[in-house]
């Protein structure tokens, strides 16, 4: 049976990136480093292939770090196992899209 | 650790033997096709460059097609050239030789035509070819290795796998005290200034900021703005929340090293080792033409959606983070990074498996599209216009 992973890519992320399809509230899924050590999470609502999950909890204005760098700004608190992306992430770049 | 490389005159080490055949103008292909179809083990580099170009091009083309020539991957060149192009094909040959290794030239027009230059040429490289066969391999430190990086046609998994593999890679090799290279200019933008930080110092780092301010300057003089629309409705859907976390799955490939300086797409590598950047587009044709000029003897290549296409003189390992194509594309593909989403792998595990491979393709392996001889379209990256 295929396993609900979720990849940390650097040690210091504070983010792990799903690659299952289908993940609702109370799911468990596993994070796993580089080296392959593992632990379980519940995720709080559902998550998207893709996407990224809270490993930790996240206060606003505290940078959300993935690959061991910034990749934006918290900006409404945020929850080990919360779903994370533009809803609850801001560029520090400015957003090109908007 | 070591490898079985070739120790070229100039002291530089090779891990292919192949006779190079540089057309010195586009109009000259034809001629170097024909050559390359009737004598083994040659390579042609058929670019579409060399004439009717504004002085800095024809310069960088020159300089470019001497870095393909000094290739330690390359043990003898044929320069074939019109006659009337706007590149230096005497300085070509010139530079070549200055290295001690074998080099011709043949002109078509002084020949006296097509049938006449293939005639003669065909004489050289047949001639080049044998000259060089006996040459033997040697055993040598993993310091003279030289890889480059790059990734193309990528998907979702690029980011979180293959591109994680080589970042893996890459660290290694520094610390074993080799050479790595990357490019890729504009998959910087929105996270240049965590590039610069890695920078060994403010002049590199302040160097790596300039070369994207002048490619981002190049496209806003057409009207195009490379950061609007970053990241693109697609990216958003399919997970990415910002430019920086998209910028950083195509640096991510690079390591955490610090970078010791930033070459100009038509330069060498210098003898400094570790970490450097290359102002290179991230189209393959020209990206590859830009590392193999550098000196590189081989390159990681990270794919999803699969890229098929090598080099002629730089063997090209194709890294594919998506495991459903790496079922489907399997004779493209040299390694299934997909393994580290489906949970079988770790990207360290698939990282040494990886470095295996480079280490037996630097030994004489050949790659999938090695194999397949699927390297015949290549270009040279300028700038201006063509007049």
């Known amino acids: 049976m295929a396993l609900n992973i979720a990849l940390k890519v650097n040690d210091l992320d504070n983010v792990a990136t799903v690659f299952v399809n289908g993940i609702e509230a109370n799911d468990q899924v596993e994070v796993r480093d580089s080296k392959g050590n593992r632990y379980p999470i519940t995720v709080s609502g559902p998550i998207p292939y893709g996407h990224k999950l809270a490993i930790d909890d996240i206060a606003v204005n505290s940078l959300i770090i993935k690959y061991g760098e910034e990749i934006g700004i918290c900006s409404k608190p945020i929850k080990k196992g919360d779903h994370v992306h533009v809803h609850n992430l801001d560029s520090m770049r400015g957003r090109g899209d908007l | 650790m070591e490898f079985m490389g070739y120790v070229r005159p100039d002291g530089k080490i090779g891990a292919r033997n192949l006779v190079g055949i540089i057309p010195s103008v586009v109009c000259a292909n034809d001629v170097a096709q024909a050559i390359v179809r009737q004598v083994r083990d040659t390579v042609g580099f058929f670019h579409h460059q060399g004439c009717c170009q504004l002085p800095p091009d024809l310069e960088r083309v020159t300089d470019t097609l001497v870095g393909l020539g000094l290739s330690p991957n390359l043990g003898a060149v044929l320069v074939v050239s019109l006659g009337c192009e706007g590149t230096d094909h ?277 790659t999938k599209n090695e194999a397949l001889g699927y390297f015949g379209s290549i270009d040279i990256h300028t700038l201006g216009p063509v007049i």
């Open chain 2, 90 to 366: 005497r300085r070509m040959v010139e530079a070549i030789a200055a290295t001690g290794k074998p080099v011709e030239i043949i002109h078509i027009q002084e020949l006296g035509g097509t049938s006449r230059a293939i005639q003669e040429g065909t004489d050289l490289a047949q001639k080049l070819v044998q000259k060089i066969s006996g040459i033997q391999r040697e055993a040598l430190d993993i310091s003279n290795l030289i890889m480059s990086i790059k990734c193309g046609a990528s998907d979702a998994t690029s980011g979180m796998a293959s591109n994680c593999v080589i970042g893996y890679i890459s660290d290694k090799v520094v610390d074993l005290g080799g050479t790595v290279i990357f490019g890729e200019t504009t998959e910087f933008i929105g996270a240049e200034h965590i590039l610069a930080r890695r920078a060994i110092n403010k002049e590199v780092g302040d160097k790596i900021l300039e070369i994207v301010d002048r490619m981002e300057a190049r496209a806003k003089s057409l009207g195009s703005d490379m950061r609007k629309g970053q990241p693109t409705p697609g990216n958003i859907e399919g997970g990415l929340s910002s430019i920086e976390e998209k910028s950083l799955g195509a640096i991510v490939k690079s390591g955490t090293r610090q970078i010791q300086g930033v070459l100009e797409y038509q330069d060498i590598i210098s003898t400094e080792k570790g970490l450097w950047i290359k102002d290179t587009p991230g189209r393959e044709p020209e990206i590859l033409t830009g590392m193999a000029c550098s000196g590189a003897q081989v390159m990681l290549f990270s794919t999803g959606r699969g890229a098929p296409q090598g080099f002629p003189c730089m063997p090209v390992i194709k890294i594919c983070g998506n495991p459903n194509t790496f079922q489907h594309m399997q004779h493209d593909m040299d390694i299934n990074a997909g393994r580290i989403l489906t949970g079988e792998k770790t990207i360290e595990e698939v990282g040494e498996e990886t470095f295996k491979l480079m280490l037996d393709t630097l030994d004489g392996r050949m």
